[in-house]
């Protein structure tokens, strides 16, 4: 054990660092990875996407699984972005098209606070992958893809693997909501699956509206 005081200096060492690390919670940009599609979200960006490397600990397969950093469309904010993971319920039920499959319900998670990451639901609580206290991963046969294609979401910008510019963190539940309604329209672009009932809803809903729907 270390000596009360040692402790003591050790712990207060970790605040500062951790005090340091909030002064500049998810600033940053995305990583580009090799291949990046040019132009607007298309289906084109389905393989850009789509997670094909073996994840490390991951002994067993996985659903076909698509993740990256989408834009949320803010003036002025080019690299904020929020960060999703998405695991399909049957093979191409994430990627079908347009009027395939569209009466089919699928889900978005967002972890409360509103400022924790999604990844946390994901690994620990109702996602196909689960970490071990031995940092092991299993498989959850309880996953919440199992019911429907389900979206994992870093929100808002800056959370996670959400990033956000130096100025351009939220200062409020409707920029949150603006933010949130400029991704998921995005994201509906990407993989080719627009559900016909989301776009409706996205045509009428006002984004302050969502703003609500994601923090409750
Ligand atoms: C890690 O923990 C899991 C679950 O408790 C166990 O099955 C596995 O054997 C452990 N692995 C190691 C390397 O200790
Ligand atoms: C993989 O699991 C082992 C325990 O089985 C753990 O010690 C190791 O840190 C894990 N690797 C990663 C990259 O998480
Ligand atoms: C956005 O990120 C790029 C790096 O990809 C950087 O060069 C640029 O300055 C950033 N723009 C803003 C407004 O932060």
Redesign the pocket.
């Known amino acids: 054990m270390l000596p009360l005081r040692l402790s003591r200096v050790f712990v207060w060492a970790s605040l500062l660092v951790l005090v340091q690390c909030q002064e500049n919670p998810g600033v940053g940009y995305p990583h580009d990875y090799p291949g990046k599609p040019k132009g607007p979200f298309s289906p084109a960006w389905q393989n850009y996407f789509e997670v094909t490397e073996p994840l490390?600990?991951v002994t067993w397969s996985l659903p076909r699984n698509f993740a990256g950093n989408i834009p949320v469309d803010r003036p002025g904010h080019p690299n904020d972005t929020l960060f999703f993971w998405a695991f399909e319920k049957e093979q191409g039920s994430l990627t079908a098209q347009e009027f395939e499959r569209s009466d089919e319900p699928w889900g978005i998670w967002l972890n409360g606070g509103p400022g924790s990451s999604s990844l946390l639901g994901l690994l620990f609580e109702n996602g196909p992958i689960h970490v071990?206290a031995?940092?092991?991963?299993y498989s959850n046969p309880y996953g919440w893809d199992n019911l429907a294609d389900y979206v994992w979401v870093d929100q808002p910008v800056g959370v996670g693997f959400a990033t956000a510019d130096n100025t351009g963190f939220v200062a409020d539940e409707d920029q949150m909501g603006e933010d949130f309604f400029g991704f998921v329209a995005n994201l509906v672009e990407a993989p080719a699956k627009k559900p016909r009932a989301l776009q409706k809803a996205l045509k009428m809903a006002r984004p302050r509206f969502i703003g609500y729907a994601v923090t409750t």
């Open positions: 490390p600990n071990a031995n940092y092991s991963l």
